[in-house]
């Protein structure tokens, strides 16, 4: 059995959907169903439901197949991992960002972590939320640094809290609310606010609009994206609103073309973590790694404005 059809796999039950996984694996729609529709006869069981949507789900064999394949692609990369740290010597930690993140706190951790362990070498992993989650679950990443939601009960994942904050509305320069300090919730009805989708972000999705609920702010008209990117060019271009954490070093949003305003009595908190495997808890380097970003976050920021 191929890895690479392993790696297909495990993408196609984390996104449910076809068509995305075909994205992300930059091959046709159709090269995923024949590759699936052989694994599937392979094994002589169904692994995948689809609705009349094109919704993707696991069957019971798909969920232990699924399983077997995050076994199986972990101890892949771990051996990679070893393999690259006799050739050169180096420990190597795979660090999963949000592809949206800036890489300037990681700069500084870089700097800070080169002054007490010199031997260690942070290799950054880009990905959206969805992503993280898989490079985590599959051990491709060691730790990931991103928001909590979509990186909570991972089997065999520890996670430490590095921050929490307060979401604010991100508008542009030229938006009505712009110079406003705050805003209360019903002042935003009517707007169009701009989210990334549940196919990238299935976990964040579904919190965003739970949380928009709870704290009475009406989402009449929303925008869903695929990537942070496509997310800050709708506010950069005032074709949309988004309500988020926004740390001055961790956000790529222009801060000459985007404003934040605080919203008045939301009670919605959104924490960065950092998530790591649990087989590295007493590994010195991650140690090392996790006490110096704690260090770096909790260094005195404020929101762009």
Same mark, same amino acid.
């Given at each position: 059995m191929q890895l690479e059809r392993l790696k297909m796999? &495990?993408? %196609?039950?984390?996104?449910?959907?076809?068509?995305r /996984?075909?994205?992300v694996s930059f091959i046709?729609?159709?090269?995923? =169903?024949?590759? @699936?529709? =052989? %694994?599937?006869?392979?094994?002589?069981c169904r %692994? %995948?439901?689809r609705d009349r949507k094109g919704n993707v789900s696991l069957t019971p064999a798909g969920q232990v197949f699924y399983e077997g394949c995050l076994d199986t692609l972990r101890e892949y990369e771990n051996t990679l991992t070893r393999l690259r740290n006799l050739t050169d010597g180096k420990r190597s930690l795979n660090i999963g960002m949000a592809s949206g =993140?800036?890489? #300037?706190?990681?700069?500084? @951790? /870089?700097? +800070?972590? =080169?002054?007490? &362990?010199?031997d260690i070498r942070l290799s950054p992993v880009f990905e959206e939320f969805n992503g993280l989650r898989y490079a985590l679950e599959s051990g491709r990443c060691d730790a990931v640094v991103s928001i909590e939601f979509g990186l909570t009960d991972i089997p065999g994942v520890l996670y430490e809290e590095?921050?929490?904050? #307060?979401?604010?509305? +991100?508008?542009?320069?030229?938006?009505?609310?712009?110079d406003r300090e705050s805003v209360r919730p019903e002042e935003l009805a009517? #707007?169009?606010f701009v989210t990334i989708s549940e196919k990238n972000a299935r976990h964040s999705y579904e919190h965003w609009l739970r949380a928009r609920r709870e704290d009475g702010i009406p989402v009449t008209d929303l925008l869903k994206v695929e990537t942070t990117q496509a997310q800050a060019a709708m506010v950069e271009m005032n074709e949309a609103v988004a309500v988020l954490p926004l740390l001055r070093d961790l956000t790529r949003f222009n801060s000459f073309k985007c404003a934040p305003v605080r919203i008045e009595g939301i009670r919605e908190r959104v924490r960065y973590v950092i998530a790591y495997r649990e087989s590295l808890k007493d590994d010195p380097n991650l140690q090392k790694f996790v006490e110096v970003t704690k260090l770096v976050y909790g260094r005195e920021r404020t929101i762009i404005r």
């Amino acid at each position: 059995m191929q890895l690479e059809r392993l790696k297909m796999f &495990a993408t %196609l039950a984390e996104c449910r959907s076809f068509s995305r /996984t075909a994205e992300v694996s930059f091959i046709s729609q159709s090269a995923v =169903s024949q590759q @699936i529709a =052989s %694994l599937e006869k392979e094994l002589g069981c169904r %692994l %995948l439901e689809r609705d009349r949507k094109g919704n993707v789900s696991l069957t019971p064999a798909g969920q232990v197949f699924y399983e077997g394949c995050l076994d199986t692609l972990r101890e892949y990369e771990n051996t990679l991992t070893r393999l690259r740290n006799l050739t050169d010597g180096k420990r190597s930690l795979n660090i999963g960002m949000a592809s949206g =993140s800036s890489v #300037e706190w990681l700069g500084q @951790i /870089t700097d +800070l972590l =080169s002054a007490v &362990a010199p031997d260690i070498r942070l290799s950054p992993v880009f990905e959206e939320f969805n992503g993280l989650r898989y490079a985590l679950e599959s051990g491709r990443c060691d730790a990931v640094v991103s928001i909590e939601f979509g990186l909570t009960d991972i089997p065999g994942v520890l996670y430490e809290e590095l921050i929490e904050l #307060e979401p604010v509305l +991100l508008v542009s320069r030229r938006h009505r609310l712009a110079d406003r300090e705050s805003v209360r919730p019903e002042e935003l009805a009517g #707007e169009r606010f701009v989210t990334i989708s549940e196919k990238n972000a299935r976990h964040s999705y579904e919190h965003w609009l739970r949380a928009r609920r709870e704290d009475g702010i009406p989402v009449t008209d929303l925008l869903k994206v695929e990537t942070t990117q496509a997310q800050a060019a709708m506010v950069e271009m005032n074709e949309a609103v988004a309500v988020l954490p926004l740390l001055r070093d961790l956000t790529r949003f222009n801060s000459f073309k985007c404003a934040p305003v605080r919203i008045e009595g939301i009670r919605e908190r959104v924490r960065y973590v950092i998530a790591y495997r649990e087989s590295l808890k007493d590994d010195p380097n991650l140690q090392k790694f996790v006490e110096v970003t704690k260090l770096v976050y909790g260094r005195e920021r404020t929101i762009i404005r």
